[in-house]
């Protein structure tokens, strides 16, 4: 089931089938940061702020996810930092929540280190931690092109997948990370279980294509495509948002359309090949 407090990756294509090659794109989860135009004061009138260091953190990181909710990386990170000062084992996610800042930053390696201090004062807490650990190795790894990133990609994946195996966002970016290394037959059992447990999972449908037009499938891959494209094609701006947490709320829409944009031109390329 989604957890709710974790970012995703949105694969386009990277396939070579004969002398055509096709090239690999990513929605960055990692949207640049663009000033509210509005003030606290005019978003909240009605709305008491929470006096509370990592409250206020939450608030300004839009930890309840909603469309017309505050999102200040700076503010959200001043916060944290503050309730880290004050007491570092105090509140369970407050580590989490500074890596996700970094991660979202691009600062891959201050986000493994939140990331281990969270594991190092909390131990038993939840286990979307694991699931952060896959994604910024995942993402350190396309910058540094090291296998062992990669490999520690896939084991952060896994470990969340011991603790929710049916999350079809982790079998997603599992798969992910062995298609980007080539692995292609390691991607099937990932996602086919996946299927089995959400079948019109428009994501799990996307990343199936491309494994199927990977290994010289392409009539399948169309159909998979097609009824990807069929289930983005219903998603609200809001249902984006859900599925991306963390992200700036102006740009929801816009992350919407990249997808479903996404969808449609990979089958236009296994179409075309």
Same mark, same amino acid.
């Given at each position: 089931?989604?957890?709710?407090?974790?970012?995703?990756?949105?694969?386009?294509?990277?396939?070579?089938?004969?002398?055509?090659?096709?090239?690999?794109?990513?929605?960055?989860?990692?949207?640049?940061?663009?000033?509210?135009?509005?003030?606290?004061?005019?978003?909240?009138?009605?709305?008491?702020?929470?006096?509370?260091?990592?409250?206020?953190?939450?608030?300004?990181?839009?930890?309840?996810?909603?469309?017309?909710?505050?999102?200040?990386?700076? &503010?959200?990170?001043?916060?944290?930092?503050?309730?880290?000062?004050?007491?570092?084992?105090?509140?369970?996610?407050?580590?989490?929540?500074?890596?996700?800042?970094?991660?979202?930053?691009?600062?891959?390696?201050?986000?493994?280190?939140?990331?281990?201090?969270?594991?190092?004062?909390?131990?038993?807490?939840?286990?979307?931690?694991?699931?952060?650990?896959?994604?910024?190795?995942?993402?350190?790894?396309?910058?540094?092109?090291?296998?062992?990133?990669?490999?520690?990609?896939?084991?952060?994946?896994?470990?969340?997948?011991?603790?929710?195996?049916?999350?079809?966002?982790?079998?997603?970016?599992?798969?992910?990370?062995?298609?980007?290394?080539?692995?292609?037959?390691?991607?099937?059992?990932?996602?086919?279980?996946?299927?089995?447990?959400?079948?019109?999972?428009?994501?799990?449908?996307?990343?199936?294509?491309?494994?199927?037009?990977?290994?010289?499938?392409? &009539?399948?891959?169309?159909?998979?495509?097609?009824?990807?494209?069929?289930?983005?094609?219903?998603?609200?701006?809001?249902?984006?948002?859900?599925?991306?947490?963390?992200?700036?709320?102006?740009?929801?829409?816009?992350?919407?359309?990249?997808?479903?944009?996404?969808?449609?031109?990979?089958?236009?390329?296994?179409?075309?090949?």
């Amino acid at each position: 089931m989604q957890n709710g407090m974790q970012h995703r990756l949105l694969t386009v294509v990277a396939i070579t089938l004969g002398v055509v090659c096709f090239f690999f794109v990513l929605q960055m989860v990692f949207i640049p940061f663009v000033q509210q135009q509005d003030s606290d004061a005019d978003r909240n009138t009605t709305a008491a702020m929470p006096t509370d260091h990592f409250e206020l953190g939450e608030y300004y990181f839009n930890a309840t996810n909603e469309a017309s909710g505050t999102y200040d990386l700076k &503010q959200a990170r001043y916060h944290y930092e503050q309730a880290i000062a004050e007491d570092p084992a105090k509140y369970e996610l407050v580590w989490y929540q500074l890596g996700r800042i970094d991660f979202l930053e691009g600062s891959f390696d201050a986000a493994l280190y939140k990331f281990q201090k969270q594991l190092e004062y909390f131990p038993d807490g939840p286990p979307r931690v694991y699931y952060m650990i896959g994604l910024t190795h995942g993402y350190k790894a396309r910058a540094t092109k090291r296998a062992e990133d990669w490999e520690q990609a896939a084991q952060g994946f896994l470990r969340y997948l011991e603790r929710d195996p049916g999350s079809p966002w982790a079998r997603t970016d599992l798969a992910w990370v062995y298609f980007a290394q080539g692995k292609f037959a390691a991607m099937q059992p990932v996602l086919e279980l996946g299927l089995s447990l959400s079948p019109e999972h428009p994501w799990l449908l996307n990343m199936y294509g491309l494994y199927l037009a990977n290994t010289d499938r392409p &009539q399948e891959a169309i159909a998979y495509f097609d009824r990807a494209l069929a289930a983005a094609n219903v998603l609200t701006v809001d249902d984006w948002g859900r599925a991306y947490p963390g992200n700036n709320p102006l740009f929801w829409e816009d992350g919407l359309k990249e997808f479903q944009e996404v969808v449609a031109y990979n089958r236009a390329l296994v179409t075309s090949e």
